[in-house]
């Protein structure tokens, strides 16, 4: 039992394991100038048809992170501690995702900090940059996840992290209010229990539209989810009609949107759309995450200088420049950034 009190003690300390991780690559920092992003980005313009992966692992899956912590009484040995990362998949590929947007958009991490804070922002990118990747994935787990969202356990002097489930339960739900929207309804029966009515949503879930509308299917359920409709009302004994109003962004057009498309079909995603329509502004896809559904096991695939290039942090090569889609993969979402304004 005292055993395991140390172990959570120690790795409950955020501050600490930046701080340890700052100034073991503190540097290393002063050696490379170049970001992470800065140098995918140059791989990407010097590529080709023989070498097609970025020249060392990103992100790779799991991770094992060693603390130390405290010494032992008698001999004054330092104790330390390993913490083992599994399935992590279910963060990686996101977290990949927001790398890339925050580094590619110089005005994103200042807008991204009003929601996700501005020293966890600063911490994220300068681990990325540093290679620290299971400290990053620590970074998200410890300050944004919640609880139930993970398994853990001690196990063998080990404190054992484990990710299994949803990329949408353990990313998407944890970004704050970034996306949250609100939408208003009005029942026309006096006698309705709850005339009046919020529905506040944290994310974005599309449903793939009833039959086969004219025009882009991503767009037209985009726009069902965010137009004004009326139905029937459903609170008990009521038999009037609810009228809901346009829903908006609680906090104006996000950075970027996470359209999850965990409901579609592979039939119904024969086009992407580029370009998305979102709140009067103009949104273009960024990237996606992609879900293996013989393995269990999520990736993603984002754009640079117009080149798509696919993360899978199970391979050993894990970053390669596209020359076609992923094959075998089902859509899990579709990420879009918002445009700049001209």
Partial sequence: ?????????????????????????????????KTLFEEIRASVRHSDEQDRSFWRPVLPWGGVYTIKAGRKAISCTPLYVKINLNNTCTIDGFLMLLYVILRENE???????????????EHFLFLMDSYSYTTVKLLWIWDKMDKRQYRSQIHRAALEIDL???????FTKNLENLMATLQESFCTSWDCPARLQESLQWTININPPHGMPHGDLIQSAVDEFFCPKIVLCKEMGCDGQRELSQRIFCHGPPPFVILNMQLWKS???????????LSDRRYLLEGATL???E???????????GCWMHYDGLRSNNLV????????LLLSSLVYIRATEK
Avoid at 2 to 13: G, H, L, S
Avoid at 267 to 277: M, N, S
């Fill in 267 to 277: 039939e119904e995603l024969a086009y992407i759309p580029y370009y998305l329509a």
């Fill in 164 to 170: 299994f489930g949803n990329e949408h339960e353990n």
């Fill in 107 to 121: 005005t994103f991490p200042r807008e991204v900090s009003v929601y996700l804070g501005k020293e966890f922002i």
């Fill in 295 to 305: 393995e269990h096991h999520y990736s993603a695939a984002f754009q640079i200088d």
């Fill in 1 to 33: 039992m005292e055993r395991k009190c140390i172990y959570v003690k120690y790795t409950q300390n955020l501050k600490n394991l930046v701080r340890n991780a700052e100034g073991e690559d503190s540097s290393a920092e002063t050696e490379r100038p």
């Fill in 321 to 328: 420049l596209l020359n076609k889609p992923p094959e075998l």
């Fill in 291 to 293: 879900f293996n559904k």
